[in-house]
């Protein structure tokens, strides 16, 4: 495996290459990673995972400065799961002067994570699109944790015709459900055993809407109003212990619109602080047809 840290020298050993796949990374990798690494190795010929923090992305008072980095450990675990180059350029490599240039996402970027983290998925875009241009890779994969990040990046591939097959990863979680975060690091004990809680709160949400058994007369229709009721349930249970919930929402899987009558394939999504460390997750899940009167 190659640690490459400048964009010539990577052309140059990408250059014949036909069939690249991009993993890209701020880090601190864990299992997820290296899920994506192990699924890459099976859609291309040479897996490239990038590493690099990316400023544009953190707004103010968020955690830039102290974001974890562990490059050492984590060319290591690179090597472990068959990644080929290791891209971990510095700053000055992907921002050689001030950046002027944006990807502008979709009005998508402004409700849920958009809302609470203003200019967050334009920085996202933003430092995608130039990974892309560097590495121009056949396929690119995501990990599906950051479900709207997903939704809006696979957005902008389609809106600028980019020449890119997404690939989203499925999340992968600890055994006591909590999804596997570089942030989950910031968790001291007795929070980390509390953190399972926000994956449980989104399985009932779910539970209360699969479990719903509306008349023959009754359409889809009670599917919203179910939900605000059941998400508003869950962040009253996690702010009885001790978090502050950003949001908690059930969606439309393909554009996260709130649902309407007929829309069954959702995703509920939430963001809550805990202590110092704010955490995400979500669901996907398919209700069951309703008979319609």
Same mark, same amino acid.
């Given at each position: 495996m190659e640690v490459i840290d400048n964009v010539r020298a990577l052309r140059h050993r990408l250059a014949g290459e036909r069939a690249v796949g991009l993993v890209p990374t701020m880090g601190s990798l864990h299992e997820g990673h290296l899920s994506l690494v192990r699924e890459a190795r099976a859609e291309s010929s040479c897996v490239v995972a990038s590493i690099f923090v990316n400023r544009l992305q953190f707004g103010p008072g968020e955690d830039f400065d102290r974001y974890p980095r562990s490059l050492d450990n984590d060319v290591r675990l690179l090597a472990g799961a068959g990644c080929q180059v290791v891209f971990a350029p510095g700053e000055q490599e992907l921002y050689p002067r001030p950046q002027q240039v944006f990807v502008e996402p979709s009005p998508l970027q402004q409700i849920l994570?958009?809302?609470?983290?203003?200019?967050?998925?334009?920085?996202?875009?933003?430092?995608?699109?130039?990974?892309?241009?560097m590495v121009q890779p056949q396929v690119a994969l995501f990990g599906k944790k950051d479900y709207q990040q997903w939704r809006i990046l696979c957005e902008m591939v389609e809106g600028l015709a980019l020449p890119v097959r997404m690939v989203g990863g499925e999340t992968i979680r600890a055994a006591d459900g909590l999804a596997l975060s570089s942030r989950n690091a910031y968790l001291? #004990? $007795?929070?980390? !055993?509390? @953190? +399972?809680?926000?994956? /449980?709160? *989104?399985?009932? %949400?779910? #539970? $209360?809407?699969? !479990?719903? @058994? +509306?008349?023959?007369? /009754?359409? *889809?229709?009670? %599917?919203?109003?179910?939900?605000?009721?059941?998400?508003?349930?869950?962040?009253?249970? *996690?702010?009885?212990?001790?978090?502050?919930?950003?949001?908690?929402?059930?969606?439309?899987q393909q554009d996260l619109a709130l649902p309407t009558p007929g829309d069954r394939h959702l995703v509920v999504l939430a963001a809550a602080r805990l202590g110092t460390t704010r955490l995400i997750d979500n669901v996907e899940f398919t209700l069951p047809e309703f008979p319609h009167g």
């Open positions: 994570e958009g809302a609470v983290r203003p200019g967050h998925f334009r920085g996202v875009c933003t430092v995608v699109m130039k990974l892309f241009q001291d #004990a $007795s929070q980390r !055993a509390e @953190a +399972p809680r926000l994956h /449980q709160q *989104l399985q009932a %949400v779910v #539970a $209360s809407l699969q !479990a719903m @058994a +509306p008349p023959a007369d /009754q359409s *889809l229709a009670s %599917v919203a109003q179910q939900a605000e009721h059941a998400c508003a349930d869950g962040a009253a249970v *996690l702010r009885s212990r001790g978090w502050e919930p950003d949001y908690l929402s059930v969606r439309r």
